[in-house]
């Protein structure tokens, strides 16, 4: 006979997909009664009981994990997953890469001292803002996506994550007690909240670690291609829009290639988050908007571009991983 709690168990499998409900659901069910069995009140638990706190939040981060797919996993959720991890990836590559490009610039306006430089990099010596003591500090903690790159695609995906929440400190902290409109704080903060939050959802422990090749290489090309384009910064006044270029660069080379669909299925998720910045700035924003447009502009393209570089792999049984 099928207790209620039992039946209350099986509720809360729902939220796992199907493919592997079919395969493990009868063995966590008898798991879980298992374990409640010994009580004294076993019998009043069995009507009246529910499932805990610890279990319910161990069955909803498995049923992320499983539609996040990593080897083993259908090919559904194998491609849901790669998307993430390789958006991910991206936007790891994209944080260190602006990191590096920004104490470039840095090194370059304290050398020459060129009054426009200065103007959007401040100096190593003087940063830009007030509190220069907590601009130095934020600086450092900005570094910390550049080990958290050579982490990720060394497969220390855990080292990768806290680096990445170190690196992030100084967006949050914006957040929270800078000046201005919040949304301008978060559409600045919202590609490395959004690194950090695919960093967790995809590197899992059924998830293989990321093969980049030569990637202090990639690194170097993608922080020159950034400080290549720094000078737009005077002219739109927008930092995002850089980020939005070299995405779009990124989408036509792979778009030209043809190869590695996951990597422009993870440029069209990061493209996606830079065009929702966007228009987050222009929400936030009363006056000069040009600079919050062109990232929007810009971000939408790269991200039709990706797709349409990512479209015949994906696969067309997606709703394998619902």
Avoid: K
Avoid at 52 to 67: D, I, K, N, Q
Avoid at 77 to 102: D, Q, S
Avoid at 247 to 272: D, E, K, P, W
Avoid at 280 to 289: G, I, P, Q, S, T
Wanted: aromatic share 4%.
């Amino acid at each position: 006979m099928t207790t209620r709690l039992e039946q209350r168990y099986r509720r809360l499998l729902r939220v796992l997909p199907a493919w592997y409900r079919a395969d493990r659901e009868r063995e966590m069910v008898d798991v879980f009664l298992e374990g409640r069995a010994e009580r004294d009140d076993a019998d009043l638990d069995a009507e009246h009981g529910w499932p805990g706190w610890g279990e319910t939040a161990s069955v909803a981060a498995l049923a992320v994990r499983t539609r996040v797919g990593g080897e083993g996993a259908p090919p559904g959720p194998r491609a849901v997953g790669n998307a993430v991890r390789a958006a991910a990836g991206v936007g790891v590559l994209l944080n260190a890469a602006a990191a590096a490009a920004g104490v470039l610039g840095r090194v370059v306006a304290t050398v020459a001292g060129p009054p426009a430089a200065e103007v959007v990099t401040g100096t190593l010596l003087h940063p830009v803002g007030a509190g220069a003591w907590w601009s130095t500090v934020a600086l450092v903690l900005g570094l910390c996506w550049l080990p958290a790159w050579t982490a990720l695609t060394s497969g220390r995906a855990g080292a990768a994550v806290l680096l990445a929440l170190a690196a992030c400190l100084p967006t949050l902290v914006g957040l929270v007690v800078g000046d201005g409109p919040v949304l301008w704080h978060l559409a600045g903060s919202l590609v490395a909240i959004a690194t950090v939050v695919l960093l967790l959802l995809g590197h899992h422990r059924d998830a293989a670690p990321p093969d980049v090749a030569r990637p202090w290489a990639l690194l170097a090309v993608a922080t020159v291609a950034l400080a290549a384009i720094a000078p737009l910064v005077l002219v739109v006044r927008q930092v995002l829009a850089l980020e939005a270029v070299v995405l779009l660069v990124a989408a036509v080379v792979v778009a030209v290639t043809g190869r590695r669909s996951a990597l422009a299925a993870g440029i069209a998720v990061v493209s996606a988050v830079v065009v929702v910045g966007g228009l987050l700035e222009l929400a936030a924003l009363d006056v000069d908007r040009t600079g919050s447009a062109i990232t929007v502009g810009v971000g939408l393209v790269a991200t039709l571009v990706a797709v349409v570089a990512a479209r015949r792999d994906v696969p067309s049984h997606l709703s394998v991983i619902l």
